[in-house]
């Protein structure tokens, strides 16, 4: 009588099982980023950021390895030896009674021997250690100030990315919206041509025009596909997936402000800046541990045997006797002469020390450089940008009155075609004058160490 009920809980079970397996397979990989989302997941998988991420890990475990170094270090031995023919060694027979001058054979020994030690070793003191230890420690921070560098150089990746996007998509929309237009006007110019209000010339001018904007057209669209795939590859997201960007290039200007120039560089949130200081460090600390090397290495052992001689193999019998040896030991190591090897090594150290020095009084110096090139260059873009946005106002005021114009016959296509020219000029620069500026305002978020 239980036997269904089992059956039957033991089906519900895994029927609610299977329905949240499914569940958790079927729910939608994410496919719309704004650019915060895109940074955050090439954060999580870009294999760069992998990389440095297994790095600092490789550098914790470093730490452990260092320190385990000085801690107690046990080890255990079991040996067994056949004396398949015992030495013989000949002893005076006088020593025995004999005969002065000969001399007797002996063999000395047992066929089978064993043995069982344990060794406990501990360092109690030893300069170059302490230097490695410290050392470590601080290799883990240089990890992790390159960890931190991974991180930043990937989310200007991925901006550049996404902002190279919105400028193919951009171009892409213009032509596509100029493409249309001139079609119209080719279409009204050939139905015009057809009643003999107009020359072929101009039906021939406009579809110049046309073949020249659609080839933009054409190009434009290749080129939104490629720079989606550039995105995917810097955000891991794999590149023969299909991803779409929420965000526009007028929303993402839309936010910035000129605060950015008038922020204070402090050199020490700049992780170029914070590689190289920690780089000084780890030199400081090889000059420690080199100098180290003179002083005296102190050390404790403490070692147990067991052992056991046999005729016969019965090491495991009851009766058998086990002979027991114990040994506390110190060992003092004192470094006396080395024929100038350890001065020449602290020599090198400190001439590595000084030369990271100089990199990095060199790099405050040149950071201090980019930030003054970043300010003028995000001044000059943002300048350039209300220039294009204003030019692009008046392309289309031109456009639109020489467009009227052309339908009433008051304009030759020629006229019609110069002015098509310059809107889709116009629209070519403004698109390129905001990626511009979101550019160099990427550049200077870097220089300031905000990324």
Known sequence: MKLPAILMTAMLVLTVFTATAQTIAIEPKKTSFTLAEAQAYAMENNLNVENARLDYESARQLIWENTAM?????????????????????????????????????????????????????MLFNGPWIAALQAAGTYKDLMNRTLQKSEADIKESVAQSYYAILLAEAGRDAFARNLETMN???????????????????????????????????????????????????????????????????????????????????????????????????????????????????????????MAMRNDFNFFAAQGDWYPATML?????????????????????????????????????????????????????????LNEKNNIELAQKIFDRTSIKYQSGMVSSLELTIATEQLTGAQTGIIQAMVELLNTKLALDKALGNL
């Open 184 to 306: 119209a006007r080719l279409d009204e110019t050939r139905a015009m041509y057809e009643t003999g209000f107009l020359e072929e010339t101009d039906v021939d001018q406009l579809q110049i025009a046309v073949s020249n904007i659609e080839n933009e057209y054409i190009a434009a669209r290749q080129m939104v596909d490629v720079s989606y795939r550039f995105l995917v590859y810097h955000m891991g997201y794999g590149l023969d997936s299909n991803i779409v960007i929420t965000e526009t290039l007028p929303e993402i200007i839309a936010g910035l402000t000129r605060d950015l120039i008038e922020q204070e560089f402090n050199v020490n949130k700049h992780y170029d800046y914070r590689i190289v200081d920690t780089q000084e460090k780890l030199a400081a600390i090889n000059v420690k541990r080199f100098k180290a090397e003179y002083l005296p290495a102190l050390s404790a052992y403490l070692s147990h045997q067991q």
């Open 329 to 385: 030991g110190f060992n003092l190591s004192i470094p006396v002469f080395s024929s100038g090897m350890r001065k020449a090594r602290i020599g090198q150290a400190k001439i590595d020390l000084e030369k990271t020095q100089n990199t990095k009084r060199d790099l405050v110096n040149a950071l201090e450089l980019q930030i003054k090139q970043a300010r003028i260059d995000f001044r000059t873009a943002y300048q350039k940008y």
């Open 70 to 122: 000085g801690l107690p270090q046990v080890s255990a031995d079991v040996g067994y030896t056949n004396n398949l023919q015992l030495m013989t060694t000949l002893i005076p027979a006088e020593f025995m009674g004999g005969e002065p001058g000969t001399y007797v054979p002996v063999k000395f020994g047992t066929q089978h021997n064993g043995s069982a030690s344990i060794i406990a070793n501990q």
